[in-house]
C-alpha cells in the first residue's frame, strides 16, 4: 500500500493487538494498512467490533459485515453489543457518553481474552481538529484542549494501552488508502444528521475554515494541541509531586500548578468541577465553597469534603404565608414582601428596580414555597417563546455549577416556579392589565 503507517512508533515487535473496527472507513483502512505491515513487525491482530445497538437493522448488518472483513484477513474476530440508549436513560449521560464507556469496557475486555496489551484506534488528525472545536464550544480546561494522546492507558483497565497512530494522518489521506487499495466500508447514516454539534463541526465549521481562512488548520491544530498536551502532562507531573511532598507553600507556586493541584485532588474526591469551581477554591483558602448540597474546603492546597452537617443553607422547602407584609430568610437571602391592592391599572411593564420584583398576587396564591434547585425544574421566564429546563438556562447563563443550588426558587404550594433568584420572572405570575393585586417582592443577598 502506498502510504506509510507509522505504527511502529508505538506498537513494539511482537505485539499482540485488538484493532477497533466499526466498518467506518477510517477503522477500514486502519485494519487494512496494520495488516499490511504485520508480518514485517510479527504483529498479532485481532478484530474487535461493538454493536451499539443504536440503528437497529443497520447495526447488526454492520457487526456481521465486519466479521465478514475480518476473516478475508484470516483474523480472529470478537464481537460485543450493548444497550446504549439504556445505559443513557439510567445514568443521566448523553448518548455519547454511554456508547463510549460500553465500548472501552467492551475493548478492554477483548484485550484480555486476546491476551493483548494494546487496543489500536482509528481516530485522525480531522478527528483532533474536530475535539477541539467540540470542547471549545462547550466550555473546557486547557489541558481537554489538548486532544487524544497517541498513546494512552485504558480508561477501564490502566494495564491496557490505546494506541492512535493516524492522529498526523488527514481524512483525505486515508480516503485516498481507500481508493489506492480499492477497500469497500460502511457507511453511517447518523453521521449525516446537522442537528448532532459533532456533525455540524464536521461538516459545516471546520470545511468553512479550511476553505475560507485557512488550508493547512488541521496541521496547524494538530501542532497546537501536541504543545498544549505536552504542556498539560507537565504541569499535571509538577502538581502530583506537590501533592506527595509539598517543598513550598501551596500560594507562592505559580498560578498554572495551583489550578492542577486542585483539579487533581476534585477528580480523586470524584466531584464534577468547573473552571469557577476550581477558582473559588484557589482564591478563598479557608472559606467552604458550595458544591451542590455539599461544600469543599480548601486550605494550603489541602481540599477536602465537609460532612453535609456543615451545610449552613435549610435543605428542605419553606412554606411562606404571604401576610399583607412581612419578612423571610432562606439561606442568603433576606426577604421582604408586601400585597397590595391597584386602584388602577398596573403599569407595564413596572419599572425595573434591583432586587425587587412585582407579581400578580392572585395567581400566586396566599402563600410560596422557598427551596433550591432540583432536577428536572422548568419554567416559562418573562417574555420567553415556551418552557425551559432551569439546567439549560443556567447553562445559557453561564451560572456557575457551584453557584446553581445555592440560588432560591419560589414556588406556589402546587409546586409551580414563580420566580428564581438572578433570573427573570415567570411569564404565568406577571401583572397584566386583569391584575388587582399587586405583591412586591424584595429580597438581599448577605
Not at 478475508?72 to 439504556?86: C, D, I, Q, S
Not at 410560596?368 to 418552557?387: E, F, M, N, S, T
Amino acid at each position: 500500500m502506498g502510504h506509510q503507517l507509522v505504527a511502529s512508533q508505538w506498537l513494539p515487535p511482537g505485539a499482540r493487538c485488538v484493532v477497533a473496527v466499526s466498518g467506518g472507513l477510517d477503522s477500514v483502512a486502519l485494519l487494512a494498512l496494520l495488516a499490511h505491515q504485520a508480518a514485517r513487525y510479527r504483529w498479532r491482530l485481532a478484530v474487535a467490533h461493538f454493536n451499539h445497538c443504536l440503528r437497529g437493522k443497520a447495526s447488526d448488518s454492520d457487526a456481521r459485515w465486519v466479521k465478514t472483513l475480518a476473516a478475508h484477513h484470516a483474523l480472529p474476530f470478537y464481537g460485543g453489543a450493548g444497550e446504549v440508549a439504556k445505559l443513557a436513560r439510567e445514568h443521566g449521560w448523553s448518548t455519547e457518553m454511554a456508547a463510549r464507556d460500553l465500548r472501552h469496557r467492551f475493548l478492554a475486555r477483548t484485550a484480555r481474552q486476546f491476551r493483548a496489551r494494546h487496543i489500536v484506534l482509528a481516530h485522525h488528525a480531522d478527528d483532533q481538529a474536530e475535539q477541539f472545536f467540540l470542547r471549545l464550544l462547550r466550555g473546557t480546561g486547557v489541558e481537554s484542549l489538548g486532544g487524544m494522546a497517541p498513546l494512552r492507558p485504558s480508561p477501564v483497565d490502566p494495564a491496557k494501552l490505546l494506541v492512535r497512530p493516524l492522529l498526523d494522518v488527514t481524512k483525505a489521506e486515508l480516503t485516498a488508502v481507500a481508493k489506492e487499495a480499492g477497500l469497500s466500508y460502511r457507511e453511517d447514516r447518523t453521521n449525516e444528521d446537522t442537528t448532532i454539534l459533532r456533525n455540524r463541526v464536521r461538516q459545516e465549521l471546520l470545511p468553512h475554515l479550511v476553505a475560507e481562512y485557512q488550508p493547512a488548520l488541521v496541521a496547524h491544530l494538530g501542532e497546537l494541541m501536541d504543545q498544549l498536551r505536552a504542556q498539560g502532562d507537565c504541569l499535571g507531573e509538577q502538581a502530583r509531586q506537590w501533592i506527595d511532598a509539598p517543598r513550598i507553600p501551596f500560594d507562592q507556586m505559580p498560578v498554572a500548578i495551583q489550578r492542577q493541584v486542585l483539579v487533581q485532588q476534585l477528580r480523586h474526591l470524584n466531584v464534577p468541577y468547573d473552571f469557577a469551581l476550581v477558582e473559588r477554591l484557589r482564591q478563598t483558602p479557608g472559606k467552604p465553597v458550595s458544591i451542590g448540597t455539599r461544600f469543599a474546603h480548601q486550605a494550603g492546597g489541602r481540599l477536602r469534603l465537609l460532612p453535609p452537617s456543615a451545610n449552613d443553607e435549610p435543605s428542605l422547602p419553606c412554606l411562606v404565608n404571604l401576610t399583607p407584609s412581612g419578612q423571610a430568610s432562606y439561606g442568603r437571602l433576606t426577604l421582604r414582601w408586601r400585597v397590595s391592592r391597584l386602584r388602577r391599572a398596573p403599569r407595564l411593564p413596572p419599572p425595573h428596580v434591583p432586587g425587587e420584583e412585582r407579581f400578580d398576587a392572585d395567581k400566586t396564591g396566599p402563600a410560596v414555597v422557598l427551596r433550591h434547585w432540583q432536577p428536572g425544574d422548568a419554567y416559562q421566564a418573562c417574555g420567553a417563546p415556551g418552557i425551559s429546563k432551569l439546567q439549560d438556562i443556567f447553562v445559557n447563563q453561564k451560572v456557575p455549577k457551584d453557584e446553581r443550588h445555592r440560588k432560591v426558587i419560589v414556588t406556589t404550594v402546587d409546586g409551580e416556579i414563580i420566580w428564581v433568584e438572578g433570573l427573570r420572572i415567570s411569564e404565568r405570575f406577571k401583572l397584566d392589565k386583569s391584575t388587582r393585586r399587586q405583591l412586591k417582592w424584595c429580597w438581599l443577598c448577605a
